[in-house]
């Protein structure tokens, strides 16, 4: 059954290295949903100008040194895709080995850290007027 599943995962981790690898620099180079509404509501450059952002190792999907944007933003792919299934490996491995106390006490605190930011943003939402002037409510 390990065994099993084990070739489950890397077949599913070759399936998305190739989507990854090939499709990526097929994205559209409009904003998204997020991105589109931040600019129209005035607020994209708060997000924008902070500092974490200007550090991200693959900023806009791109590897500075590669000069061919698809080359460039298909590689950025396949790297982000290795990253996240090698994290998530990393934390299956840990949850594996520990508890099931443990686990169980991590996934509700996290998700208590996680729903009390979330209430206090959602408790001062930001409203616009018809000019798209930023209020805090």
């Not at 991105?35 to 500092?51: I, L, P």
């Not at 190792?57 to 791109?62: A, C, F, R, T």
């Not at 061919?68 to 840990?94: D, R």
Request: avoid cysteine; charged fraction near 20%; charge should be positive.
């Amino acid at each position: 059954m390990k065994r099993r599943l084990d070739g489950f995962v890397w077949i599913g981790l070759g399936i998305a290295l190739l989507l990854a690898l090939f499709l990526s620099p097929f994205a559209s180079t409009s904003p998204d949903g997020l991105e589109k509404v931040a600019k129209t509501k005035g607020f994209s450059e708060k997000g924008e100008s902070w500092k974490f952002w200007k550090h991200a190792p693959l900023l806009d999907y791109n590897i500075p040194w590669i000069k061919n944007k698809k080359v460039s933003t298909a590689l950025s792919g396949l790297i982000g895709t290795l990253a996240i299934f090698f994290i998530a490996l990393g934390i299956g491995k840990l949850i594996k080995k520990t508890s099931t106390k443990k686990v169980i006490l991590f996934i509700f605190l996290s998700s208590v850290i996680s729903f009390s930011s979330t209430y206090t943003y959602a408790a001062r939402p930001l409203t616009t007027d018809d000019a798209g002037t930023v209020e805090k409510g």
